[in-house]
């Protein structure tokens, strides 16, 4: 079965600096890619997806990245704001299969 | 987006009861699924609930710890039984974005359940 790892586990950057966060998977299979936001004690809640059939996604500050042949795919957030604080977790999909990294916590000092 | 309610939001559990877990959708959607969420934690597929047939568990899930119901295409409960300290956890349902096949989940509010 599908495998992802995400990394690094925690991030702390300083406000108006940028963040990024690195994740692998296995299955070849795989052909969505989504990026998930939790605050705490909320749901998660997607922020930004990418197909395998390209390679760079972006809506405003935020951007992922896809090297399939490669199978890694990453979040960069750019100009981070407090309010991007939380934990954020990236998957992996085929056929609704959806398999999460483990999680990286963000926290952007003011 | 599809609109997830959940039931409870939270509970206080004692050890060795079984507590129900309620996922009403607000459309009808072929699949649901149930997620675990433990302490600190990732987010861990327990089993794809079908409309229908029986539900599909995930290695290391089994249907006599975490029984489901899925009686018609809106609903579906999650049964956490028997339960020990290790099963505090949130509980998610969340369901695909239906007849657009772009492999999106919704996720639910989550059940907080706190064993002692």
């Known amino acids: 079965g599908e495998n992802v790892e995400q990394h690094p586990s925690t991030l702390s950057v300083q406000e108006g600096d940028s963040a990024v966060i690195k994740c692998t998977y296995s299955d070849s299979a795989s052909n969505y890619f989504p990026w998930y936001k939790q605050e705490l004690g909320k749901r998660p809640q997607l922020i930004i997806d990418i197909r395998s059939n390209v390679g760079e996604k972006k809506d405003q500050r935020i951007a992922v990245t896809l090297n399939k042949t490669a199978k890694h795919f990453s979040l960069h957030i750019t100009e981070t704001q407090p309010e991007d604080s939380a934990v954020y977790f990236c998957?992996?999909?085929?056929?609704?299969?959806?398999?999460f990294g483990a999680g990286t916590r963000l926290t952007v000092k003011p | 987006s599809a609109v997830i309610s959940q039931k409870p939001s939270r509970d206080i559990c004692q050890r060795g009861t079984s507590l129900t877990i309620q996922c009403q959708v607000d459309?009808?959607?072929?699949?649901m699924f149930w997620y675990r969420q433990q302490p600190g934690q990732s987010l861990t597929l327990i089993a794809t609930a079908n409309q229908g047939s029986e539900a599909t568990y995930e290695s290391g899930f089994v249907i006599d710890k975490f029984p489901i119901s899925r009686p018609n295409l809106t609903f579906s409960t999650l049964t956490v039984s028997n339960m020990s300290p290790e099963d505090s956890s949130i509980y998610l349902c969340?369901?695909?974005?239906?007849?657009?096949?772009?492999?999106?989940?919704?996720f639910g509010e989550g059940s907080r359940l706190t064993v002692l």
């Open positions: 969340s369901v695909p974005r239906e007849f657009a096949n772009t492999g999106e989940l919704f």
């Open positions: 998957a992996a999909s085929s056929n609704n299969d959806m398999r």
């Open positions: 459309s009808q959607v072929t699949m």
